[in-house]
Protein backbone atom coordinates (compact mmCIF):
# COMPACT_ATOMS: atom_id res chain seq x y z
CA UNK A 1 0.00 0.00 0.00
CA UNK A 2 1.02 3.69 -0.84
CA UNK A 3 0.59 6.77 1.25
CA UNK A 4 2.19 9.77 -0.68
CA UNK A 5 5.78 8.50 -1.21
CA UNK A 6 5.75 5.80 1.72
CA UNK A 7 4.95 2.59 0.86
CA UNK A 8 2.64 1.29 4.15
CA UNK A 9 4.13 -2.34 4.78
CA UNK A 10 0.99 -5.01 4.77
CA UNK A 11 2.38 -8.55 5.94
CA UNK A 12 1.35 -11.29 4.32
CA UNK A 13 -1.68 -13.66 6.01
CA UNK A 14 -0.86 -14.79 9.07
CA UNK A 15 -2.40 -18.45 10.81
CA UNK A 16 -1.20 -16.70 14.35
CA UNK A 17 -4.78 -15.46 14.73
CA UNK A 18 -6.68 -18.70 14.64
CA UNK A 19 -3.50 -19.92 16.83
CA UNK A 20 -4.50 -17.28 19.05
CA UNK A 21 -8.62 -17.79 19.14
CA UNK A 22 -7.81 -21.70 19.61
CA UNK A 23 -5.42 -21.05 22.66
CA UNK A 24 -7.28 -18.28 24.65
CA UNK A 25 -11.15 -20.86 24.47
CA UNK A 26 -8.95 -23.87 25.44
CA UNK A 27 -7.58 -21.70 28.43
CA UNK A 28 -10.61 -20.17 29.32
CA UNK A 29 -12.58 -23.21 28.94
CA UNK A 30 -10.06 -25.07 30.71
CA UNK A 31 -10.48 -22.61 33.47
CA UNK A 32 -14.12 -23.02 33.71
CA UNK A 33 -13.67 -26.37 33.96
CA UNK A 34 -11.81 -25.91 37.09
CA UNK A 35 -14.17 -23.97 38.55
CA UNK A 36 -16.89 -26.40 38.61
CA UNK A 37 -14.47 -28.98 40.23
CA UNK A 38 -13.89 -31.00 36.52
CA UNK A 39 -10.66 -33.16 36.68
CA UNK A 40 -9.80 -32.27 33.18
CA UNK A 41 -9.84 -28.51 33.93
CA UNK A 42 -6.53 -28.20 34.97
CA UNK A 43 -4.88 -29.90 32.35
CA UNK A 44 -6.91 -28.03 29.62
CA UNK A 45 -5.59 -24.84 30.55
CA UNK A 46 -2.45 -25.51 31.02
CA UNK A 47 -2.58 -26.68 26.92
CA UNK A 48 -3.83 -23.44 26.60
CA UNK A 49 -1.48 -21.22 28.03
CA UNK A 50 0.98 -23.57 25.60
CA UNK A 51 -0.84 -22.47 22.73
CA UNK A 52 -0.59 -19.01 24.25
CA UNK A 53 3.21 -19.08 24.79
CA UNK A 54 4.02 -20.78 21.42
CA UNK A 55 1.49 -17.71 19.78
CA UNK A 56 3.45 -15.06 21.38
CA UNK A 57 6.68 -16.44 21.02
CA UNK A 58 5.90 -16.81 16.94
CA UNK A 59 3.73 -13.69 16.61
CA UNK A 60 6.38 -11.18 18.59
CA UNK A 61 9.56 -13.04 16.37
CA UNK A 62 7.96 -12.53 12.97
CA UNK A 63 7.39 -8.95 13.78
CA UNK A 64 10.96 -8.50 15.62
CA UNK A 65 12.41 -9.53 11.95
CA UNK A 66 10.20 -7.58 9.97
CA UNK A 67 11.50 -4.36 12.14
CA UNK A 68 14.86 -5.58 11.60
CA UNK A 69 14.61 -6.33 8.13
CA UNK A 70 13.76 -2.55 7.70
CA UNK A 71 10.24 -3.32 6.49
CA UNK A 72 8.58 -0.42 8.69
CA UNK A 73 8.37 3.40 8.47
CA UNK A 74 7.25 6.26 9.84
CA UNK A 75 3.42 5.58 8.77
CA UNK A 76 3.92 2.15 10.41
CA UNK A 77 5.50 3.40 13.11
CA UNK A 78 2.72 5.69 14.42
CA UNK A 79 0.46 2.99 13.94
CA UNK A 80 2.42 0.90 16.68
CA UNK A 81 2.40 4.12 19.16
CA UNK A 82 -1.66 4.66 18.53
CA UNK A 83 -2.18 1.04 18.70
CA UNK A 84 0.00 0.83 21.95
CA UNK A 85 -2.13 3.57 23.72
CA UNK A 86 -5.45 2.66 22.93
CA UNK A 87 -4.07 -0.60 24.48
CA UNK A 88 -3.07 1.50 27.22
CA UNK A 89 -6.49 3.02 27.42
CA UNK A 90 -8.74 0.08 27.69
CA UNK A 91 -6.58 -1.32 30.35
CA UNK A 92 -7.00 2.03 32.42
CA UNK A 93 -10.93 1.34 31.76
CA UNK A 94 -10.61 -2.17 32.84
CA UNK A 95 -8.95 -1.42 36.46
CA UNK A 96 -11.72 1.90 36.14
CA UNK A 97 -13.94 -1.10 36.72
CA UNK A 98 -13.06 -2.48 39.42
CA UNK A 99 -12.09 0.52 40.83
CA UNK A 100 -15.91 1.37 40.73
CA UNK A 101 -16.89 -1.41 42.29
CA UNK A 102 -15.23 -0.75 45.56
CA UNK A 103 -16.09 2.84 45.34
CA UNK A 104 -19.93 2.04 45.07
CA UNK A 105 -19.48 -1.27 47.93
CA UNK A 106 -17.77 1.40 50.10
CA UNK A 107 -20.07 4.39 49.55
CA UNK A 108 -23.43 3.21 48.67
CA UNK A 109 -23.85 -0.73 48.92
CA UNK A 110 -22.58 -1.04 52.61
CA UNK A 111 -24.30 2.73 54.04
CA UNK A 112 -27.35 1.51 52.36
CA UNK A 113 -27.70 -2.32 54.35
CA UNK A 114 -26.78 -0.01 57.60
CA UNK A 115 -30.32 2.40 56.55
CA UNK A 116 -28.00 5.43 55.47
CA UNK A 117 -28.98 6.72 52.31
CA UNK A 118 -31.60 6.86 49.33
CA UNK A 119 -31.80 3.00 49.53
CA UNK A 120 -31.99 3.24 53.55
CA UNK A 121 -34.31 0.43 53.45
CA UNK A 122 -32.08 -2.31 52.87
CA UNK A 123 -31.26 -2.42 56.21
CA UNK A 124 -34.13 -4.09 56.43
CA UNK A 125 -32.00 -7.13 55.13
CA UNK A 126 -29.95 -7.44 58.20
CA UNK A 127 -31.09 -5.85 61.58
CA UNK A 128 -28.35 -4.05 62.94
CA UNK A 129 -25.81 -3.53 60.29
CA UNK A 130 -23.26 -1.34 61.17
CA UNK A 131 -21.57 0.76 58.31
CA UNK A 132 -17.43 -0.10 58.80
CA UNK A 133 -14.58 -0.93 56.35
CA UNK A 134 -13.02 -2.93 56.01
CA UNK A 135 -15.82 -4.94 56.74
CA UNK A 136 -15.09 -7.92 58.26
CA UNK A 137 -18.03 -9.02 60.27
CA UNK A 138 -20.81 -10.08 57.87
CA UNK A 139 -24.69 -11.53 59.02
CA UNK A 140 -23.78 -15.47 59.30
CA UNK A 141 -23.97 -17.32 56.23
CA UNK A 142 -22.68 -20.72 55.56
CA UNK A 143 -20.17 -20.04 53.02
CA UNK A 144 -18.92 -16.98 54.73
CA UNK A 145 -15.18 -16.93 56.82
CA UNK A 146 -14.59 -13.38 58.48
CA UNK A 147 -11.26 -12.73 58.07
CA UNK A 148 -9.51 -12.17 61.75
CA UNK A 149 -7.88 -8.93 60.28
CA UNK A 150 -7.22 -6.61 57.71
CA UNK A 151 -4.26 -5.81 55.55
CA UNK A 152 -2.49 -2.92 56.66
CA UNK A 153 -0.55 -0.52 54.39
CA UNK A 154 2.37 -0.81 56.20
CA UNK A 155 5.37 -3.55 56.10
CA UNK A 156 5.58 -5.40 52.68
CA UNK A 157 2.67 -3.18 50.63
CA UNK A 158 4.48 -0.11 51.66
CA UNK A 159 8.08 -2.31 50.34
CA UNK A 160 6.43 -2.90 47.57
CA UNK A 161 5.06 0.73 46.96
CA UNK A 162 9.05 1.51 47.05
CA UNK A 163 10.48 -1.41 44.98
CA UNK A 164 7.97 -0.14 42.22
CA UNK A 165 8.53 3.90 41.91
CA UNK A 166 12.34 2.96 41.93
CA UNK A 167 11.63 -0.07 39.14
CA UNK A 168 10.18 3.39 37.36
CA UNK A 169 13.29 5.33 37.82
CA UNK A 170 15.49 2.57 36.69
CA UNK A 171 13.53 2.03 33.52
CA UNK A 172 13.64 6.05 32.94
CA UNK A 173 17.29 5.68 33.59
CA UNK A 174 17.44 2.90 30.82
CA UNK A 175 15.51 4.97 28.24
CA UNK A 176 17.94 8.50 28.82
CA UNK A 177 21.13 5.44 28.53
CA UNK A 178 19.20 4.17 24.94
CA UNK A 179 18.60 7.65 23.81
CA UNK A 180 22.21 8.89 24.50
CA UNK A 181 23.39 5.59 22.80
CA UNK A 182 25.04 4.22 26.14
CA UNK A 183 24.08 0.31 25.64
CA UNK A 184 25.52 -0.50 28.93
CA UNK A 185 23.15 1.85 30.58
CA UNK A 186 20.09 0.56 28.94
CA UNK A 187 21.08 -3.42 29.75
CA UNK A 188 22.07 -2.47 33.61
CA UNK A 189 18.71 -0.13 33.68
CA UNK A 190 16.66 -3.00 31.88
CA UNK A 191 18.17 -5.73 34.38
CA UNK A 192 17.46 -3.70 37.35
CA UNK A 193 13.70 -2.95 36.41
CA UNK A 194 13.47 -6.73 36.14
CA UNK A 195 14.96 -7.73 39.45
CA UNK A 196 12.65 -5.06 40.52
CA UNK A 197 9.67 -6.57 38.89
CA UNK A 198 10.44 -10.14 40.31
CA UNK A 199 11.13 -8.92 43.62
CA UNK A 200 7.71 -7.04 44.09
CA UNK A 201 6.30 -10.58 42.59
CA UNK A 202 8.04 -12.34 45.20
CA UNK A 203 7.21 -9.80 48.17
CA UNK A 204 3.36 -10.25 46.78
CA UNK A 205 3.17 -13.93 47.08
CA UNK A 206 4.50 -14.09 50.76
CA UNK A 207 1.93 -11.26 51.48
CA UNK A 208 -0.85 -13.73 50.05
CA UNK A 209 0.48 -16.31 51.96
CA UNK A 210 0.64 -14.36 55.05
CA UNK A 211 -2.96 -13.05 54.68
CA UNK A 212 -4.59 -16.59 54.12
CA UNK A 213 -2.97 -18.51 56.77
CA UNK A 214 -2.02 -16.04 59.50
CA UNK A 215 -4.77 -13.10 59.32
CA UNK A 216 -7.69 -15.57 57.57
CA UNK A 217 -8.38 -13.02 54.50
CA UNK A 218 -9.21 -15.37 51.59
CA UNK A 219 -11.64 -15.13 48.96
CA UNK A 220 -14.82 -16.05 51.39
CA UNK A 221 -13.95 -13.52 53.70
CA UNK A 222 -16.67 -11.23 52.27
CA UNK A 223 -17.27 -8.37 50.16
CA UNK A 224 -13.51 -7.19 51.69
CA UNK A 225 -11.62 -10.45 51.04
CA UNK A 226 -12.64 -10.99 47.22
CA UNK A 227 -12.15 -6.68 46.74
CA UNK A 228 -8.40 -6.99 48.10
CA UNK A 229 -7.15 -10.42 46.04
CA UNK A 230 -9.62 -8.69 42.80
CA UNK A 231 -7.81 -5.69 42.70
CA UNK A 232 -4.03 -6.79 44.13
CA UNK A 233 -4.11 -10.21 42.03
CA UNK A 234 -5.65 -8.24 38.41
CA UNK A 235 -2.37 -6.10 39.07
CA UNK A 236 0.12 -8.64 40.05
CA UNK A 237 -1.11 -10.43 36.81
CA UNK A 238 -0.18 -7.25 35.02
CA UNK A 239 2.82 -7.02 36.97
CA UNK A 240 3.79 -10.70 35.39
CA UNK A 241 2.97 -9.71 32.29
CA UNK A 242 5.31 -6.25 32.53
CA UNK A 243 8.20 -8.44 33.68
CA UNK A 244 8.02 -10.95 31.01
CA UNK A 245 7.96 -7.81 28.18
CA UNK A 246 11.10 -6.60 29.88
CA UNK A 247 12.97 -9.22 29.83
CA UNK A 248 12.45 -9.79 26.44
CA UNK A 249 13.88 -6.24 25.66
CA UNK A 250 16.64 -6.73 27.46
CA UNK A 251 17.42 -9.54 25.93
CA UNK A 252 16.62 -7.68 22.70
CA UNK A 253 18.88 -4.64 23.73
CA UNK A 254 21.92 -7.44 24.69
CA UNK A 255 21.56 -8.13 21.20
CA UNK A 256 21.85 -4.38 19.96
CA UNK A 257 18.53 -4.24 18.54
CA UNK A 258 17.90 -0.87 19.58
CA UNK A 259 19.14 2.66 18.34
CA UNK A 260 18.30 6.37 19.66
CA UNK A 261 16.26 6.86 16.94
CA UNK A 262 14.19 3.43 16.37
CA UNK A 263 13.04 2.05 19.26
CA UNK A 264 9.95 1.92 19.65
CA UNK A 265 9.43 -1.68 21.40
CA UNK A 266 11.65 -0.41 24.31
CA UNK A 267 9.26 3.06 24.42
CA UNK A 268 6.34 0.61 24.26
CA UNK A 269 6.80 -1.57 27.17
CA UNK A 270 8.03 1.39 29.18
CA UNK A 271 4.94 2.85 28.50
CA UNK A 272 3.50 0.23 29.95
CA UNK A 273 5.44 -0.32 33.07
CA UNK A 274 4.64 3.58 33.56
CA UNK A 275 0.38 2.51 33.85
CA UNK A 276 1.34 -0.64 36.42
CA UNK A 277 3.44 1.78 38.56
CA UNK A 278 0.44 4.63 38.56
CA UNK A 279 -2.14 1.64 39.15
CA UNK A 280 -0.74 0.29 42.03
CA UNK A 281 -0.23 3.89 43.73
CA UNK A 282 -4.42 3.82 43.53
CA UNK A 283 -4.27 0.48 44.60
CA UNK A 284 -2.34 1.18 48.17
CA UNK A 285 -3.87 4.35 48.81
CA UNK A 286 -7.68 2.90 48.61
CA UNK A 287 -7.26 -0.89 48.72
CA UNK A 288 -4.53 -0.23 51.95
CA UNK A 289 -4.72 3.09 53.45
CA UNK A 290 -8.41 4.05 53.15
Request: glycine share 10%.
Amino acid sequence: MTTGDQHYFVPEPSRWPIIAVVGIFVTLFGVVLTVNDVSSGPILSLLGLAVLVYLFTGWFGDVIREGRSGSYNDQVSVSFRQAMAWFIASEVFFFAAFFGSLFYIRTIAIPSLAGEGHLASSHLLWEGFKDAWPLLNLPDNESYVPAREAMGPLGIPLLNTVILLTSGATITWAHWGLKANRRGHLVVGLALTVLLGVVFLGFQAYEYVHAYEELGLTLKAGVYGSTFYMLTGFHGLHVTMGTIMLIVILLRSMKGHFTPKDHFGFEGVAWYWHFVDFVWLGLYVFVYWL
